[in-house]
């Protein structure tokens, strides 16, 4: 492959934004989704994480194509919910936004754990980053599937290999680390200036 595994997403970030500096809902969700195939390379230890983020991923696209003008800006689609008191929902866009912003939480602190600590095996990287991202939001069930399944995390020094291709894999991660989570945490800003940035799953 040209580049590394997160050339195309970080391209897609620095589309993110409008001329005005707000977050657009289909250059964003693009962002996201070019996430995946980052996923995909974990295997069987991100399948939950996987299917989560591609379910909202398509929630809130579909939201997007119903209107898209009335829909360009992602939290225009959580402030019309607010005003139809739908959006503390388990089935709403917020909600949606909500934990695909925490699920990119996660993996930008997976790959900064991977960038600063070298000696880490790919179980602690993945287990440190759920423990400060997405643990204090789930139940016990899906806290006990997910360390299940961080058990079965790939080699480290494998993983490596397949995501770099043909770039600095090193640099990119470093990119992803530095720009996307200023993304997330506007995200997070919003969502806690309406207060529904600390829904806990259901």
Not at 22 to 48: N, S, Y
Not at 138 to 151: L, R, Y
Request: hydrophobic share 40%.
């Amino acid at each position: 492959m040209e580049g590394t595994i997160f050339t195309p997403c970080l391209e897609a970030i620095t589309h993110v934004k409008s001329a005005d500096g707000d977050i657009q809902t289909k250059p964003f969700l693009d962002a996201c989704r070019l996430v995946l195939p980052v996923i995909e390379k974990f295997g069987a230890a991100m399948a939950l994480v996987k299917s989560d983020v591609g379910g909202n991923i398509s929630r809130l696209d579909a939201k997007y194509e119903q209107d898209p003008s009335a829909n360009h800006l992602i939290f225009d689609i959580v402030r019309k919910e607010i005003e139809e008191k739908t959006a503390k929902g388990s089935s709403s866009c917020t909600n949606a936004l909500l934990w695909l912003t925490r699920a990119m939480d996660f993996m930008a602190e997976l790959f900064r754990n991977l960038l600063e600590h070298p000696d880490w095996t790919m179980t602690q990287a993945c287990t440190d980053s759920y423990t400060k991202t997405l643990k204090k939001w789930h139940g016990w069930i899906a806290s006990t599937s997910f360390n299940v399944a961080m058990k079965l995390a790939p080699e480290r020094k494998k993983f490596m290999e397949v995501i770099g291709g043909t770039g600095d894999i090193t640099s990119d991660m470093e990119k992803f680390c530095t720009s996307f989570p200023v993304l997330l945490q506007e995200n997070h800003t919003f969502l806690q200036s309406v207060g529904l940035d600390n829904l806990k799953a259901s």
